[in-house]
């Protein structure tokens, strides 16, 4: 199984940027479709991107609004989330998640396999 941490999270501005970082061990990260989930207080684990296991397949949900961008180095074993523009709602836990065999324009956290822990991103003036 693969074993997923993220990091790159923090406190920003209203309109500043972070890049987020999912390091994968234990197996090839090109075994995975790959996604990004985020959860805020008191609310539900909800999609924000996903990538197919070459990377040349993206998709967003709709509130990230060109903002977000997901990318990934099989090479490196790393899966990337760059978001710009960062806005007081977006505040929450960003997760990595792995899946073997999901892939789609909308994915569930009920279809992803393996998890991280999560990287906290607060927006806050």
């Known amino acids: 199984q693969v074993q997923l941490v993220e990091s790159g999270g923090g406190l920003v501005q209203p309109g500043g940027s972070l890049r987020l970082s999912c390091a994968a061990s234990?197996?090839?990260?090109?075994?995975?479709?790959m996604a990004w989930f985020r959860q805020a207080p008191g609310k539900e684990r909800e999609f924000v991107a996903g990538?197919?296991?070459?990377?040349?397949?993206?998709h967003y949900a709709d509130f990230v609004n060109g903002r977000f961008t997901i990318s990934r180095d099989n090479a490196k074993n790393t899966l990337y989330l760059q978001v710009n523009n960062l806005e007081p709602e977006d505040t929450a836990v960003y997760f990595c998640?792995?899946?073997?065999?999901?892939?789609?324009?909308?994915?569930?956290?009920?279809?992803?396999?393996?998890w991280g822990p999560g990287t906290l991103v607060t927006v806050s003036s």
């Open positions: 990538i197919s296991w070459s990377g040349l397949s993206t």
């Open positions: 234990g197996r090839t990260l090109s075994d995975y479709a």
């Open positions: 998640a792995a899946a073997t065999h999901h892939y789609g324009p909308t994915m569930a956290p009920g279809g992803m396999d393996y």
